[in-house]
C-alpha cells in the first residue's frame, strides 16, 4: 500500500525454509537476541536486512529453548563471542531490563548485562533497541548515565508503555520509538505514540514482518496521530534510514 515499508524491529524464524519473497522491498532490521541465533541471523542472505545482535534479559540460549546461561559463561564466552558478530553489526538488541524475569536474573545482574551491552555500542559505534517491562525508573537512570557522556548516542525504545513523562524523559536523551499493533490497543500505547515527534518515531512487528500487519499498524498510529498516513509512512522510512545509518 504505502511507497516505502519498515519494521523497525522484528525476528526472523532463522532455522526453517520459509518463502520470504512477500517481503522483498521491505526495510527490516531483525534482532538475534539469544545465543543459538547469532550465528544464524549472521549466515542468513534470503533478504537484504539490517542485522542487530545482543543478550536479551532472560539469558534463554534461544526463544524456544528455556535453558539459561550462567553469570559466569556469559562474561567469559558469551559476550566475547558476540563482538565477533557486532564488527558488521548494524546495532546491538534488543538488550534491556524486565521485571518478570527477576526471579532468576536478578536486577542487579540484568543492569550490569545492559550496561556491560551499551559499552559495547560505544565501542563498536551502534545504536541500541532496548526491551524494557516494568523497569521503566531504573532504565531511565542508566540511560541518563549513558547518554550524558561525550559521544553522540541512538537507541531506540521497542514497543513503549511508559508514562508521558518518561516518554518526555527519553526524548530529551534523544530516544527513538517503534510501536506495533500491539502498543497502539493499549491506553498506555496510545498515549506515548501521540507525544513523539515524527522524527523520532518508528513502526515494528516484533514477529515475523507481514506487509499487511504493518500497512495495518501505520494506519492505526495515523489515526492515533490524527496523520496522514503517507505522509507519516514516509517520515517513518526517513526515520529508519536516519536510526540505523551506518557511521
Known sequence: MFIHQTDAHCHLNLTDDFDCSDLFGINICASACFVDEWKLLFDFEKLDVKKSY????????????????????????????LQEFLINADAIG????????????PASLQEKIFCTQLELAD??????VIHCVGKWGALQDILKSWVGREKAKRFLLHAPNCSPEQVDCFLQMGGFFSFGERELLSEKGVCCAKKIPSDKILIESDSFPSRKILDKTILKLAEVRNENAEDLSENIYANFLEFYKNE
Open 54 to 81: 545482543g543478550v536479551y534479559p532472560s539469558l534463554q540460549k534461544s526463544s524456544a529453548d528455556k535453558t539459561a546461561i550462567s553469570e559466569g559463561e556469559l562474561f567469559s564466552k558469551y559476550l566475547p563471542t
Open 94 to 105: 534488543e538488550i534491556g531490563l524486565d521485571k518478570r524475569f527477576e526471579n532468576d536474573v
Open 123 to 128: 565501542k563498536y559505534n551502534l545504536p541500541v
